[in-house]
Nanobody, 121 residues
Framework: QVQLVEAGGGSVQAGGSLRLSCAAS?????MAWFRQTPGKQREGVAS????????NYADSVKGRFTISRDNDKNTLYLQMNSLKPEDTAMYYC?????????????????WGQGTQVTVSS
């Protein structure tokens, strides 16, 4: 079992930045950030395969968001720059042992409680 605890959400104006963190209770290979707004499906934002450090990003966040991990602390980060109102969502950290499709939330075994990000125009 892996516990995931997100932090770092908040309210910011468009163009601003936030850094989300996700503390994992132990090492796990695949970690990702998803986001969801009411009435919509959960959307993959970015993922990282810890073993080789490979990353994936949704087209909507490429060049603005950066996923990273501190292996010593088992902590995942999402640096979000140039935020837009359409980035407003609940952001979830998810983790799994093996992931076939990085942006399919059903491929992940564990997820956190979420942290809200609100971007105002």
């Amino acid at each position: 079992q892996v516990q995931l605890v997100e932090a770092g959400g908040g309210s910011v104006q468009a163009g601003g930045s936030l850094r989300l963190s996700c503390a994992a209770s132990r090492y796990i290979s695949f970690m990702a950030w998803f986001r969801q707004t009411p009435g919509k499906q959960r959307e993959g934002v970015a993922s990282i395969y810890i073993g080789i450090g490979s990353t994936n990003y949704a087209d909507s966040v490429k060049g603005r968001f950066t996923i990273s991990r501190d292996n010593d602390k088992n902590t995942l980060y999402l640096q979000m720059n140039s935020l837009k109102p359409e980035d407003t969502a609940m952001y979830y950290c998810e983790a799994g042992l093996w992931v076939r499709e990085w942006d399919d939330p059903s491929d992940y075994m564990y997820w956190g409680q979420g942290t809200q990000v609100t971007v105002s125009s």
